[in-house]
């Protein structure tokens, strides 16, 4: 399963066929978001949350509005929103994921403690995500694999004691193997094996 192709049609496919697709806002977003319009769609689908907070279809398209709007922490928010009434959706944690991934790595200020808290999280949806999906994806796995690579060199900054130095190359090594599996699928990557030696490079660092 392709995640990113797989959640674009769907998205049309709710936009276009279901009850809450039978007026002109839902038009407007669906128009919207097949253009790639999506601060309209989320003005659109942010009427339609007010009116029906709990409808998961209007959800799913806000999440994804707001994640491809650039609003990660409102993305974050309508996802968990999602997965209360939805725990089954791969896509809520796969976006989810990204979203907390992105806010850890570009932080506001107010949001720096909170960088640790972020990248785990991240991490954990990742996982949820491929266990859901029920395969192995090369992009659940390549984002879990850049989440643990951007993780350890978070942590790599203040490692000072051997224990600590231990701990980030514990999370290199796992993104390591997640950049690997994804290789197994996909071998020529040059992108992935570039990754692969960066994560190698950092190692013998912290050695």
Not at 68 to 97: C, F, H, M, W
Not at 176 to 197: E, G, M, N, Y
Request: net charge positive; glycine share 4%; proline share 2%.
């Amino acid at each position: 399963m392709n995640i990113i192709k797989h959640t674009i049609l769907g998205l049309i496919i709710i936009s276009s066929t279901s009850s809450y697709a039978q007026n002109s806002i839902d038009k407007k977003v669906m128009d919207a978001m097949l253009k790639g319009d999506y601060k309209t769609a989320v003005l659109q689908l942010e009427k339609s949350s007010i009116k029906e907070p709990n409808n998961v279809n209007v959800l799913k398209m806000l999440g994804y509005s707001y994640y491809q709007s650039g609003d990660y922490e409102n993305s974050i928010t309508t996802y968990s929103n999602l997965i209360v009434l939805k725990p089954t959706e791969v896509s809520a944690y796969y976006y989810r994921g990204k979203a907390r991934l992105n806010v850890a790595n570009d932080p506001k200020q107010s949001l720096n403690s909170m960088r640790e808290n972020f990248y785990l999280a991240a991490i954990k949806d990742f996982t949820k995500a491929s266990e859901l999906s029920g395969e192995e994806d090369t992009q659940m796995l390549q984002n879990r694999g850049l989440a643990y690579k951007d993780y350890a060199i978070f942590k790599s900054f203040k490692a000072k004691k051997s224990t600590e130095k231990q701990s980030c190359v514990a999370l290199f090594n796992n993104s390591i193997a997640d950049f690997q599996k994804v290789l197994t699928l996909q071998p020529l990557r040059k992108d992935i094996i570039d990754w692969i030696t960066y994560d190698k490079a950092q190692i013998a660092s912290l050695k």
